[in-house]
Structures are given as structure tokens and as C-alpha cells.
């Protein structure tokens, strides 16, 4: 470990070749997306040996937490970016600090939520679904879900403090840990073994959770011992009033559309839910493989989140925005092959997670809609990674709300409903706003981010290298 730490310390994304800077943190970051995605292809592999009803009733259960997770993430978008700013600029007592606020703000906000949740879950499922059955699940899976968030949602936190850091791979080693528990633990739970009892669809939740724990601390053992470039110790975890506010004022844009985006996931699963399980079972399906479609989107976000933010740390502007255009030149590519890939062997992967009978023709065409945004949703990320590093969080966050909001939800009520396309509207609608809400940040980017960088810090400080 402190020889990884020391080769660590010696490299800087400030210098060198981008292209090979950006291999050296996306790679990890990649590679620590699969091991999440695998929490996610299990989950959806054992619910749906519960039949389209369980897996219906995770996709309305889903969605409440998704929504208490978007405060997480306003804290550790900010987190990262500020501690590769802080890391950039060798200031690593400031960036310890920013990470100890940032597990304290987290820890914080979930408790009291998190017990909200679990009391009200039956009201929020019933105002998601009139369908006994459904709510019956559903509110099961739900109250399992907030007993664990803060384990589920705190690991990404840690992992984006090791990625401000540049150094990725000590989260990577938290979310093998985890993914390896989360295979054991899920069937253990939803099934029963041993002296653990069958919880069935909760079951799904514990074993998520279990694996999260593990994970957080493993994370959190190295941060404490020093093995990373972060070495947290206890006085960072005093409250300092004047550090949360900086997270905070630079983490609500990101907050703010996290819960724009999921906001609106929520209102179209309502819009769904009239239209039966095998609908839900074919959204819920397509839309998280949809999700493991964007991760080389995610994993370049976080790697140019934090080359930005390192290179703006160092004085080194021209370089940030260089890093910026590979980036995203290196996602467009990408995409190309991973959609094509999902259209040609749609069936073959909706059937791989289950889904047979009368539901696998939606769930074909699910995937195959959803597909059409799915490059133009990936670099989004890309591009909004690049402004979360220049500090500039609220860009992203506007593109979100008028994507979302005054195009895709008056879309989908309209082509779902008073059209009578019914779940395709909705689909199609998604698809539509992807691609418009891609092209409208990216431009936004190429016309005006620049000048908004450059204005960062002064000319006769900026150099490239």
C-alpha cells in the first residue's frame, strides 16, 4: 500500500501527456462502475426470478431513493472538485479537510431523511400506484431501501474524494469489495440461508446494503491510515461551518439537478403505472441497462471532473480546456459502438435479465427507444463533469430543468396520453430529451466555458504545459 502511495504521489495530471492522464483515471473509474453495475445486474437477475410483479414494484420503489440520493450527490460533486482543486494546488491538509465536511454533511442529511422515509414509504407508494399488489411490494422494498441509503448512497461519496484526488483506484479496490459481498448477500437475503430468513423483494435491499457497508469501510480504513494521497484524521471531522457552506454553495446546482433528472423519472414512472406490470418491468429494465450504457459517459465525467479541476488548482487553463475536448471527443467514440451493440442484441439482453413471455417485446423495444438518446445522455455527462470541475456548477443544472421539465414531462403526458401512444410516448419522449438536452449543453460548452475558464485566473498566471 505505500509503495501504490508513493507511485501515486509521483504522478500529476497537471503535466504530461492528457490523452495519457486521461487513461490512467478513467480506466479505474471505469473498471469501479463495472463492479457497481454488478450490484445492478444482480438486483435485477434475482428480483426477476420474482416474477414481473416484483420486478414492477422495483420500479416504483426505486424511485423514492433515487430522489433522497440527489443531496448526496450535490455533496460529492463538490467534494471532488474542490479537493482535486485543493490537490492541484498541493494543498493536501485542504483537501483532507473538504473530505472530512463532506462525510459529515452526508452523514447529516441521511439519518433524519432516511427515518422520514421509512414512516411516510406507504403514503409515497400510495400516491405511485392504486394496485394492491404493487403497493404491497413496493412499500416493502422501499422501507428496506431507507433502512441501508446511507451505506448505499455514502460509498459514492468516498469514491469521489479518491477521484478528486487522482487516485481512483482505492475506490476501485471499496467497490470490488463490495460488488463481492453484494453477490453472496443478495440471494442470501431474498431467498434465505442459514439463519438468515427469506426477506424476499426487500432482501434485495439488504444484500445491497451489506455490500455497501463493506465497501464504505474498506474506504474509509484507508483514508484513515493514511494509505491515500487524503489522509483523513479525526479533527477533519469537526464541524467547520465556513468549508460546509462552500460545499454546499457549490454542491446545490448539482443537488438541484439530480433532483430535476429524478424528479422527473418519478413523475413519468406515475405516468406508467396505469398502464400495468409488464410496462413497469420493461421500464425498470431498460432504463438500468440504459444506465450501464452511459458508463464510459460516468467514468470519463469523474476522470475530466478532476483534470479540470487539478489543472484550474495548478494555474494551467489552457490545459483544462484541452483535457475538456479530448474528453469529450473520446466519449463520442465510444458511444458509437456501445449503442450499436445494444440495438443489434437487444433480445439476447433482456432475456439474459429474465424477462420472457408477454413482456419481452416491450422490453426489446424499451432498450431500443431508449438507445436513440443514450450517446447524446453520455456525453451530457461528459460536458457536465467539465463545468463541475471549473466550479461552475449551474449550467448542467438549468440544461436539466428545462430539459426535463418543459420538454420531456408536457412530451410524454402528451404523446402518452392525449395521443394514445401509451407507454411508447413515454419512452419516446425520454429518448427526445436526451438528444436535445446533449446538444444543448455541449453548445453551451463550446460557446461559452472558455471565456468563463479563462476568466478563472489571471493571463499572466496561466500557463500549459
Known amino acids: 500500500m505505500a509503495q501504490l502511495r508513493s507511485k501515486t504521489r509521483r504522478y500529476d495530471y497537471t503535466k504530461g501527456p492528457i490523452g495519457r492522464s486521461l487513461v490512467v483515471l478513467s480506466l479505474p473509474i471505469f473498471a469501479e462502475l463495472i463492479s457497481w453495475n454488478i450490484d445492478t445486474i444482480v438486483e435485477i437477475y434475482w428480483v426477476g426470478r420474482l416474477g414481473s410483479d416484483a420486478l414492477g414494484a422495483m420500479s416504483l420503489g426505486y424511485m423514492i431513493p433515487m430522489m433522497v440520493r440527489a443531496m448526496g450527490m450535490g455533496i460529492r460533486v463538490a467534494g471532488q472538485a474542490l479537493v482535486a482543486q485543493r490537490v492541484g494546488a498541493n494543498d493536501e491538509e485542504g483537501a483532507a479537510l473538504i473530505a472530512g465536511q463532506c462525510i459529515l454533511l452526508q452523514t447529516f442529511f441521511f439519518i433524519p431523511f432516511c427515518g422520514a422515509g421509512y414512516i411516510f414509504s406507504p403514503y409515497f407508494m400510495g400516491w405511485m400506484t392504486s394496485d394492491p399488489k404493487l403497493l404491497y411490494l413496493s412499500t416493502i422494498y422501499l422501507r428496506a431501501g431507507f433502512l441501508v441509503l446511507l451505506f448505499v448512497d455514502g460509498i459514492f461519496t468516498l469514491a469521489n474524494l479518491f477521484r478528486g484526488a487522482g487516485e481512483p483506484k482505492y475506490s476501485l479496490f471499496g467497490m470490488i469489495i463490495n460488488s463481492g459481498v453484494t ?89 406508467l403505472a396505469p398502464f400495468g406490470a409488464l410496462a413497469l418491468a420493461a421500464w425498470g429494465l431498460g432504463s438500468r441497462v440504459n444506465n450501464m450504457g452511459r458508463m464510459p459517459g460516468f467514468s470519463l465525467q469523474g476522470a475530466v471532473r478532476t483534470m479540470v479541476g487539478q489543472n484550474i488548482g495548478a494555474r494551467k487553463p489552457e490545459r483544462a480546456i484541452r483535457s475538456a475536448w479530448v474528453t469529450v471527443g473520446t466519449v463520442v467514440s465510444i458511444m458509437v459502438v456501445v449503442i450499436t451493440g445494444f440495438v443489434v442484441w437487444s433480445k439476447e439482453v433482456v432475456t439474459f435479465f429474465g424477462i420472457k413471455g408477454a413482456a419481452l417485446p416491450h422490453a426489446v423495444i424499451c432498450l431500443q427507444i431508449l438507445c436513440v438518446g443514450l450517446g447524446f445522455e453520455a456525453t451530457r455527462r461528459v460536458v457536465a463533469g467539465i463545468f463541475e470541475g471549473a466550479s461552475s456548477t449551474r449550467p448542467p443544472m438549468i440544461v436539466e430543468a428545462i430539459v426535463r421539465w418543459i420538454v420531456q414531462l408536457p412530451g410524454a403526458y402528451m404523446l402518452a396520453v392525449w395521443m394514445g401512444f401509451r407507454e411508447l410516448g413515454i419512452w419516446w419522449a425520454v429518448a427526445a430529451s436526451q438528444l436535445i438536452g446533449g446538444l444543448a449543453l455541449f453548445v453551451w460548452f463550446a460557446i461559452g466555458w472558455r471565456r468563463k475558464l479563462e476568466s478563472m485566473v489571471p493571463k499572466g498566471e496561466s500557463h500549459s504545459s
Open 183 to 271: 453477490f453472496i448477500a443478495m440471494p442470501a437475503f431474498i431467498f434465505g440461508f442459514g439463519l438468515i430468513p427469506p426477506f424476499h423483494l426487500a432482501g434485495a435491499y439488504f444484500g445491497l446494503g451489506a455490500g455497501r457497508l463493506a465497501g464504505c469501510l474498506v474506504m474509509l480504513l484507508i483514508l484513515f491510515r493514511g494509505y491515500a494521497r487524503i489522509h483523513l484524521k479525526w479533527h477533519h471531522l469537526s464541524p467547520r461551518p465556513t468549508e460546509m457552506k462552500r460545499i454546499l454553495g457549490l454542491g446545490w446546482p448539482a443537488w438541484g439537478q439530480m433532483f430535476f433528472e429524478r424528479g422527473a423519472n418519478l413523475v413519468l414512472v406515475w405516468m
